[in-house]
């Protein structure tokens, strides 16, 4: 028997790549490369019944064929590390969103708010200002597509959208995402959701940093 003695974590930045900022060229206009897709239609009878053998097929997916197991057996790229912070600043901002991905109007109008460099947010009264800054990393809390995750579906409700809302950054202060899948990202067994999320493509200026459908992250 061999015994493996405790291995020391490392850092994703020490495994990944450096990353390369994505530039909106002229191929390549993020108000242009996606389709502007309307909310979705929650009483339509059409979609209730599609989405009823979607969760069907989901269930049966997940009990002969879950992605996580084959998830386990690829090498992980590490874990995020954030308790070090920049130069000039003492504190850590963290961005929170979730059930996002539907309608571009709805999507769009939270992407330009996650991306903008502060907010100024004041009590009911109109008392206390609050300044808030754009976070170093932005959580997805799940449900990043409606109706149901698919590879067409995550570039028009959401990559799009964001991409259209905060197109590049510098690389010194790009944030990072990282991504927990909802029920309605399991629809295609989490297929769709692997091919956006983790592999380490960029939503906008904000890179994914996952490989697989859950990480860690040192705060």
């Not at 386990?72 to 912070?85: E, R």
């Not at 964001?162 to 990072?176: D, G, I, K, N, S």
Request: glycine share 10%; aromatic share 8%.
């Amino acid at each position: 028997m061999t015994t493996v003695g405790p291995q020391r974590p490392v850092p994703l930045q020490e495994r990944l790549p450096p990353p390369v900022v994505v530039r909106a060229g002229p191929t390549d206009d993020p108000a242009t490369s996606f389709t502007r897709r309307p909310a979705t239609r929650w009483l339509s009878p059409r979609l209730l019944l599609r989405s009823a053998g979607e969760a069907v097929v989901s269930g049966l997916l997940g009990a002969y064929n879950d992605k996580r197991e084959q998830m386990g057996s690829v090498p992980a790229a590490g874990y995020l590390d954030l308790s070090v912070l920049p130069v000039g600043t003492d504190a850590l901002w963290v961005d929170y969103v979730s059930d996002t991905g539907d309608g571009f109007d709805a999507t769009y109008a939270v992407a330009a708010l996650l991306g903008r460099p502060e907010l100024e947010l004041s009590t009911r009264d109109g008392g206390t200002v609050h300044r808030t800054e754009r976070g170093r990393l932005l959580v997805m809390g799940g449900d990043e597509c409606y109706p149901a995750g698919s590879v067409e579906g995550y570039e028009d409700r959401l990559v799009g959208p964001y991409r259209a809302a905060l197109p590049e950054l510098p690389e010194a202060v790009a944030p990072h995402l990282q991504v927990v899948p909802g029920n309605h990202d399991w629809y295609d067994g989490l297929t769709a959701f692997m091919r956006t999320f983790c592999q380490g493509r960029w939503i906008g200026a904000w890179r994914t940093c996952q490989s697989r459908s859950w990480f860690a992250t040192r705060l």
